[in-house]
């Protein structure tokens, strides 16, 4: 093949991508929390504030993990906060205290959030529940459940398992490293397993899934259940902070946090679009705030209200950077293109030809027919 | 709007119309059954409690279930009008409890307070329902997202603004509407307030709904490319019904406060009971279908299954779970039928160059 | 070129809700061969197409590849077979890579993961194989222009192993110096033995490629013919000459005030899509705009609609000047709309007769809309409506045309001095059609000005006193009605029909003499200054 290559307009270099204007973004937020801190008299990186970051990542980066999988097959999970509440629980009581137990715990919670989340999946996917419905649905079905049977802690964590929520190497808590464990393995799953692709292609356009043969239930249960895991393993985590399990702590409001971090690090609300190491990003922009907000003392209601603006405003920004250009003919001077001749086309033509309309047509009909 | 919930793109055209064509009639009105279908049900269980409780319907009794199933119905009126334009509004339930802190803290037991604060909160309701729908059509944010945020920053704005707990009190005169009604009616003993405001505004709903704004509103919600090309201007019609929603859930406001007092929890929730009404209704998400009736039916339906679960003396902290599975099996249900709506493929076009101009950001 | 046959259909029928769209199609397709599939608009191309590559099954007929017959009831099945088809709308995912999507659905795994650096290389052969380094595998498909992306598609294509590459107006998003790149890529694949059926309207590209040119016309295979054995006009007669098929309904006597008065002109129209657009219309006339896919026909209708608006040039309706920039303010003006695309863009389809009939009115005179919509009843018997549940009934039960019914029904409401019809007949029965046609008739008669935009040539020459015809985004050539289809074709096409030399470079003489960079038309009386129009001919 000593055949010239064939001269193509090279587009310049993309822009930086979105992850990497997240990390971005978190490094200027470090860099101006460390100032405004200074600027007090304190400093945001003592061992104890770095170690209270950390903390509070892990939490929240198990379940924006798990979201961010889901958001990414289009669907949403909001019964996350919930299925953490129930695994704290699941927990505590089959652990019982015995350390011989804790692989047993270990198990059936993760085993409990894993089937929850294969019921997500299978009603979002075989119902065809809005998945906002169908998740609300489930948290609200466990919320009953728990607030009828559990009214205070539940069971008991053995020390050796609390040790989860409290050792820590230097200033990075236990927990961290197995969430960012975590997180390398879901990054590792998207980037290296065919599921993985799918889910892309489920999220981003699911006719052009099902037209290159792939099943789109799959890759959307799978996320529901991998979701749902790691809602388990966040409850795992919060049953060994508190040492016992405790029914309310769906009330954290956990599962629009989580939301929040994924669409903060720039995954696509509507899917196929975005990845986990923007998520980790946005949980430790959440995570710097809250510290900063405690280091500052600022009102914890502020809080809120600062993150309801944040997430607002950040989808707001990604909405506009999702369109598109439709490619221009003329130019607003007026005069046309160079290149005469009969061939200079617009974009893709509103109303492709579709032989006598197929009207409502039977066959499947999705290839450029109704366009 | 959500995420699809379709996953499985079925890719067939419109397929389940044109093959069911073949019954038009029959199947138009298991359609629109969506009001019968309820207002079935909610028969069924005013039956069941009758058996349980037979002077149930002796005029007191029947009255307080009025009583207390009316914020409900003025909520889902409300919610009613922002899905059925095909959004979502889950700020209702914060917003609900902000008006009611809002209302403690400034009348604060003074009764010249009372008509001033509740102009001011409807001020207030107004201001949010603009800022959902501005910023959902506007900016193009879904509607899920905003209202979220919405529902983060009124939650802790309120509570900032008052130190964690609410504080002050509310007047005797605020009181009334939720508490008292018109005494010595005959048969029915006292006329609560909450029912005569409940009814009027329903009534209201269902003459705003026959205007052209609402067939606007339904039209849009149904098909918003259509709409925008026959000149409607979706975002200002799609603003109005957050506004709507927002002036429903200060009215409801009012009866809750009236009615259970002031507490930190007061609105929690609301937002999720409010969208299972509507939906047990037959009301659709994604819009375009559904009558307020069926709405208001399906809010009576909520509250009187919470009614008889009292009866039969199931905990109250079921409610939640029964509520879940209400409106999962109420969506699997709608979405059997929904097939007969347009398939996701013809409603989601990016591309299409009518999209950035005349519709909005949804699917 | 070997002789031996890779692909035989036979009798190919196919229907859709008992309209018949193939009629006993015959096509061989040979290693290496370019086949063109050319015809009108509705003969039946996409639909071939669509069969061969298991979108839509035949209802009768053969499909034989290597003489094994073959049923294909999946898109994959046919890939897997080595048949596979880039269609004019790209299945890509636009946030996915080259080769993430070159391989979607059938990644390349290595010991159970999938080996994202093997399938860059093996696209990158493939791109290689083409002549076309300039993709890199890694790009996502979004940064990539159409062209590309359209290489992408070929390159997924290829990488099927395919032997029959099928392509549906490929060039139709493509400048010239892409078409030049799209023709060596296809040179490259038939010297691999690969079998290209090509469907496209445009001579020039069909003369330059094919060895074998199938025309299909009404659904019927009028002829397969080798290129050079045939010329361009014969070609394109042999597209358009047609038993008469459907009689358009004479026009009626003009009655009304504004019989004969410009209703609405246009002088210099034009925004990113568009340039140099001006006409004229009288009340009681029809104006037919014409053109292929994409020339900018349905963009004319949007930009007077307000939908994304002229940013040059002025429009005048009644002799008052607009601008709307809202669909609300151009119906306010008087000038209304009929879209191509009932379902999506014409009916609110969960919704009543009489509530879609009512909505113009309600969003547009919210007011006035119960006083106007008393006429609505009278407009839908006069528009033939029949919808067996009365006006109460849900628009999605009814038929194509009886839809077309209301849609039209809404605008008449309105009281229209300028409709524009954009496909009023797609996909609608004859007896519907006749009906439509005849209420453009009655309209015109009344005094309406109307625009009828339509890619079906003999309901556009039927139907128009007379005819723009559109080539990219620009005037081509205006038309007196009752033009033949060749003429129509060649100023559509910008073939050599007849001595075709001015008609060859349109480009060259229309942007030497649009310097004007704002087209500032001058007056009125004028028309617009825009000099690749033609002078009108007021009827």
């Excluded at chain 1, 894993?114 to 529940?129: E, K």
């Excluded at chain 1, 169908?134 to 020390?159: E, H, R, W």
């Excluded at chain 2, 059954?33 to 028969?43: F, M, N, S």
């Excluded at chain 3, 059926?197 to 074998?212: C, G, N, Q």
Aim: proline share 6%; net charge positive.
């Amino acid at each position: 093949m000593t055949r010239p290559p064939i001269p193509l307009t090279r587009n310049p270099r993309p822009r930086l991508d979105t992850t990497g204007l997240v990390y971005l973004a978190l490094v200027l937020l470090l860099a101006l929390s460390a100032a405004l801190v200074a600027a007090r008299g304190g400093n945001l990186f003592t061992t104890a504030n770095t170690v209270d970051l950390f903390t509070r990542s892990s939490l929240l980066g198990f379940l924006a993990i798990g979201q961010t999988l889901v958001i990414l097959c289009r669907s949403l999970d909001l019964s996350v906060g919930y299925v953490a509440a129930l695994s704290t629980v699941v927990a505590a009581t089959t652990m019982a205290g015995d350390p011989s137990r804790v692989l047993l715990g270990v198990g059936a919670t993760l085993g409990v959030a894993g089937l929850i989340g294969l019921a997500n999946g299978l009603v979002v996917t075989r119902l065809r529940v809005n998945p906002f419905i169908a998740t609300l649905g489930m948290g609200l079905v466990i919320k009953g459940y728990l607030d009828t049977n559990f009214q205070g802690p539940a069971g008991s964590i053995p020390a050796a398992f609390q040790a989860f929520g409290y050792t820590r190497i230097g200033v990075l808590p236990v927990s961290t490293l197995v969430m960012l464990g975590v997180a390398l393995a879901a990054v590792l799953f998207l980037r290296r397993t065919r599921t993985g692709y799918h889910m892309y292609a489920v999220g981003g356009d699911a006719e052009v899934a099902r037209l290159s043969g792939i099943r789109s239930g799959v890759p959307t249960v799978t996320a529901h259940v991998l979701c749902s895991v790691t809602a388990g393993v966040a409850g795992l985590l919060l049953a060994a902070r508190f040492g016992t399990g405790s029914a309310t702590v769906y009330s954290g409001g956990y599962e629009l946090e989580a939301i929040a971090a994924v669409v903060l690090g720039g995954t696509y609300l509507l899917g196929g679009r975005g990845g986990v190491a923007g998520t980790v990003a946005g949980v430790l922009i959440l995570a710097t705030l809250d510290t900063v907000f405690n280091v500052l003392a600022v009102d914890p209601f502020v809080k809120d209200v600062l993150r309801g603006v944040i997430v607002i405003a950040a989808v707001a920004v990604y909405a506009r950077r999702g369109h598109p250009a439709r490619r221009v003919r003329f130019p607003s001077g007026g005069t046309a293109p160079p290149g005469p001749g009969p061939g200079s086309r617009p974009g893709p033509d509103p109303s492709p030809e579709s032989d006598p309309d197929p009207e409502t047509g039977p066959a499947p009909q999705p290839l450029g027919g109704l366009r | 709007m959500t995420p699809n919930p379709t996953q499985d793109v079925r890719g067939t055209g419109d397929s389940g119309g044109s093959r069911r064509s073949g019954a038009p009639t029959a199947l138009a009105a298991l359609g629109r059954g969506g009001t019968a279908t309820v207002a079935l049900l909610l028969a069924l269980i005013f039956v069941v409690i009758a058996t349980q409780n037979p002077s149930f319907f002796e005029g007191p009794p029947l009255m307080s279930f009025a009583k207390k199933a009316a914020p409900l119905v003025i909520l889902a009126i409300g919610q009613y009008l922002v899905i059925v334009s095909g959004e979502f509004d889950l700020s209702v339930g914060s917003l609900v409890g902000a008006q009611v802190v809002i209302a403690a803290r400034l009348i604060d037991g003074q009764e010249a307070m009372t008509l001033p604060v509740i102009g001011l909160m409807m001020v207030f309701g107004l201001v949010v329902g603009l800022v959902n729908g501005l910023v959902t059509t506007l900016l193009r944010v879904p509607s899920i997202i905003t209202t979220l945020g919405t529902m983060l920053i009124l939650f802790g704005a309120v509570r900032y603004w008052t130190g964690g707990a609410p504080t002050g009190a509310l007047s005797e005169s605020f009181r009334v509407p939720g508490r008292h009604g018109i005494e010595g009616v005959p048969f029915l003993g006292e006329l609560p307030w909450a029912l005569v405001i409940a009814l009027v505004l329903a009534v209201g709903a269902v003459f705003l709904m026959r205007s052209p704004f609402g067939r606007s509103l339904v039209a849009t919600g149904d098909n918003d490319v259509a709409a925008a090309f026959s000149g409607v201007r979706v975002w200002r019609v799609r603003t109005m019904a957050f506004v709507g929603s927002s002036l429903m859930a200060t009215v409801a406001a009012i009866l809750i406060g009236g009615y259970a007092g002031v507490t930190a929890q007061v609105g929690d929730g609301l937002e999720f009971t409010a969208i299972t009404a509507v939906v047990l209704g037959g009301v659709v998400l994604g819009g375009g279908r559904g009558t307020v009736v069926a709405a208001v039916l399906g809010a009576l339906t909520v509250e009187a299954l919470f009614t008889l679960f009292n009866q039969l003396y199931l905990p109250s902290t079921i409610q939640p779970s029964v509520q879940g599975l209400i409106i999962i099996a109420a969506v699997a249900y709608a979405a059997r039928r929904g097939d007969l709506r347009l398939p996701e493929r013809l409603r989601r076009r990016p591309a299409h160059p009518t999209e950035r101009s005349l519709g909005t950001s949804r699917r | 070129m070997t002789t031996e046959l890779l692909l035989r259909m036979s009798g190919v029928s196919k229907s859709f809700l008992g309209v018949r769209v193939l009629h006993g199609v015959d096509l061989e397709l040979h290693p290496g061969e370019l086949h063109a599939l050319v015809g009108e608009n509705g003969a039946g191309k996409s639909t071939l197409m669509k069969v061969l590559a298991g979108v839509h099954r035949a209802d009768g007929g053969t499909i034989e590849l290597e003489g094994r017959p073959v049923s294909f009831e999946h898109p994959v099945q046919a890939q897997r077979a080595g048949v596979t088809t880039v269609f004019q709308e790209f299945n890509l995912l636009p946030e996915r890579t080259v080769a993430e999507n070159v391989f979607l659905g059938r990644e390349i795994r290595r010991r159970g993961l999938v080996d994202g650096r093997a399938m860059e290389r093996a696209t990158a052969e493939l791109l290689a194989e083409l002549g076309l380094e300039g993709i890199a595998p890694r790009s996502r498909v979004r940064s990539l222009s159409v062209a590309e992306q359209q290489i992408v598609e070929i390159v997924k294509a290829l990488s099927h192993d395919a032997r029959i590459i099928s392509m549906d107006e490929p060039t139709a998003a493509l400048a010239d110096h892409e078409v030049e790149v799209l023709y060596r890529i296809i040179g490259r694949l038939r010297e691999r033995g690969v079998a290209v059926l090509y469907v496209s309207h445009r001579m020039k590209e069909i003369f330059d490629l094919a060895d074998t040119i199938t025309v299909l016309k009404d659904g019927y295979r009028v002829d397969t013919v080798p290129a050079d054995g045939v010329s361009p006009s014969e070609l394109v007669r042999k597209m358009v000459g047609r038993p008469v098929s459907a009689v358009f309904p004479e026009r009626l006597e003009p009655h009304g005030a504004h019989v004969g008065r410009v209703r609405l002109s246009v002088a210099g129209g034009g925004n990113t899509q568009l340039d140099g657009i001006g006409f004229e219309v009288r009340g009681g006339e029809i104006l037919g705009l014409g053109g292929l896919q994409g020339s900018g026909r349905t963009e004319v209708a949007h930009a007077l609609f307000g939908v994304e608006r002229f940013t040059r040039g002025e429009v005048s309706v009644d002799g008052r000047r607009v601008d709307p920039r809202s669909p609300r303010q151009a119906v306010r003006s008087g000038l209304v709309l009929v879209t191509e695309d009932r379902k999506t863009q014409g009916l609110a389809l969960n919704q009543s007769v009489a509530a879609n009939g009512r909505l113009v009115l309600d969003a547009v005179w919210p007011l006035g809309s119960a006083r106007r919509a008393r006429r609505l009843p009278g407009i839908l018997s006069s528009v033939e409506l029949v919808a067996r549940g009365g006006h109460g009934q849900e628009v999605r039960y009814l038929s194509g045309g009886n839809q077309q019914k209301v849609v039209l029904a809404k605008w008449l409401a309105t009281e229209p001095g300028v409709m524009v019809l954009d496909e009023p007949t797609r996909g609608i029965d004859v007896g519907a059609k006749q009906a439509v046609y005849r209420l453009m008739r009655e309209l015109a008669a009344a005094g309406v000005a109307i625009v009828l935009i339509s890619s079906e040539l003999p309901e556009l020459i039927g139907m128009s006193d007379r005819l723009v015809v559109l080539r990219d985004g620009r005037v081509a050539g205006e038309l007196p009605g009752g033009s033949g289809e060749e003429a129509v074709m060649a100023a559509a096409t910008g073939s050599p029909h007849g001595d075709g030399s001015a008609a060859h470079d349109p480009r060259a003489s229309a942007s030497a003499g649009d310097a004007s960079p704002d087209g500032p038309s001058s007056s009125e009386e004028n028309g617009g200054g825009s000099p690749a129009r033609h002078e009108e001919a007021a009827p």
